[in-house]
C-alpha cells in the first residue's frame, strides 16, 4: 500500500513565515538548511515567487484556491480574523478529490482551520499547534494506508517558523546563556507556562510585548531563535522526504515546498510581519 500511484502523489508543504533568505539556496549561511538544500538538487527553484499576502489566511487562502485576495475575500490584519472562504471558490483539496484523489491535510491550527473554511475538500483533516518533528509520522502512516495504486494529495502546514519561534529545552538555555542581559529567555519561560494549545495565540503577545523597547540584543535573540526553528523544520522535512523516498511513494510524485509570507527582524524598523517587503 502506499506505493506506485496510477497519477502522482502530490505532497505540499508549507512553512509558516518562512523567510526566502533563511535558507541556504537563497543566500543562508551553509548549514541553515540542510534537507531542503540537498532536496532542491533535485527541484525547479523558483526565485521570483511573491506571497498573495503577508498574513497566513489570505495567503493560504490564494494557495488553495488560485484566486487572489481581492476575489476570494479573505482579508485580515494582525488585529483581526479573516472571513471564510467563499463556498463558490473550489479549493485544489476539492477538485483533487472530485478527480478521485484521496486527500488529508495536518496544519497547525491558528487561521488555517476549520472555521476559515481551510478543511474543505479533506477527507481528513487535522489541526493542532506542535512541532513539526510530530507531523511526520502520520503523514508517513497516511500515504502507508493509501489502496495499491491509489493516489494521495497531502498538505502540510506548520507553524515552528512563526512567533513565538518556540525552541527546545536545550535551545532555550543556551539562548538563556548567550543572552544574559536580554529578557527574551524570561518571556520564553512565562509562554512555555501556558497550555500548548495557548502557546501560538497568546505566546507572540508576549515575546513582543513593549517591542518598541527591544534593544538589538534583544533582537539578535529573537533572530537566533527563528534561525532554530527554520533549522528544526528543516530537520522534520528531511526525515519526511526521506522515508517517503525509502518507500517509494516519492516515485513521480509532485512536491511543493513554500511559505505564506516570511518575517521581519526590524529590517525595515518593525517586527513579525505587518508590511510587505522582500523578507
Keep these: ?6 497519477r502522482p502523489h502530490v505532497l505540499l508543504i508549507s512553512i509558516d513565515t ?11 549561511p551553509a548549514g541553515a538548511s540542510p534537507a531542503l538544500d540537498a532536496f ?33 475575500g ?8 479573516p472571513r471564510k472562504i467563499p463556498n463558490s471558490i473550489p ?11 484521496a486527500t488529508a491535510a495536518s496544519t497547525a491550527a491558528g487561521y488555517v482551520t476549520k472555521p476559515f473554511g481551510f478543511d474543505r475538500g479533506f477527507e481528513v483533516f487535522t489541526e493542532k499547534f506542535e512541532p513539526t518533528e510530530k507531523k511526520i509520522q502520520p503523514a508517513l502512516d ?26 527546545k529545552p536545550t535551545e532555550a538555555r543556551s539562548l538563556a546563556e548567550h543572552y544574559p542581559n536580554s529578557d527574551i529567555p524570561n518571556r520564553l519561560s512565562k509562554i ?21 523597547k527591544l534593544d538589538e540584543n534583544d533582537i539578535n535573540c529573537l533572530r537566533e531563535m527563528y534561525r532554530m526553528s527554520v533549522l528544526r523544520v528543516d530537520t522534520a522535512i528531511g526525515q519526511l522526504l526521506r522515508d517517503l523516498q525509502t518507500k ?7 512536491v511543493i515546498i513554500t511559505a505564506d509570507h516570511g518575517e521581519e527582524f526590524r529590517e525595515h524598523k518593525m517586527l513579525q510581519h505587518e508590511q510587505v517587503f522582500d523578507e
Excluded at 1 to 6: D, L, R
Excluded at 18 to 28: F, K, P, Q
Aim: negative net charge; charged residues 15%; proline residues 6%.
Design 91 to 101: 479549493t485544489i483539496a476539492e477538485r483533487l478529490a472530485e478527480a478521485c484523489y
Design 18 to 28: 518562512l523567510r526566502a533568505d533563511a535558507l541556504s539556496i537563497y543566500g543562508a
Design 1 to 6: 500500500a502506499g506505493g506506485t500511484a496510477t
Design 248 to 254: 517509494g511513494i516519492l516515485k513521480d510524485a509532485i
Design 142 to 167: 497516511w500515504f502507508h494506508s493509501l489502496p495499491a495504486g491509489k493516489s494521495g494529495f497531502y498538505f502540510l502546514h506548520t507553524y515552528e517558523a512563526h512567533a513565538p519561534y518556540l525552541p
Design 192 to 212: 512555555f507556562a501556558l497550555p500548548q494549545e495557548q502557546q501560538l495565540t497568546r505566546g507572540h503577545g508576549i515575546l513582543f510585548q513593549e517591542e518598541k
Design 74 to 81: 479573505v482579508v485580515n490584519t494582525m488585529r483581526s480574523a
Design 40 to 72: 532542491s538538487k533535485e527541484c525547479i527553484i523558483f526565485d521570483n515567487a511573491v506571497s498573495a499576502s503577508n498574513y497566513t489566511a489570505p495567503s493560504h487562502a490564494t494557495m488553495l484556491t488560485g484566486a487572489s485576495p481581492p476575489v476570494h
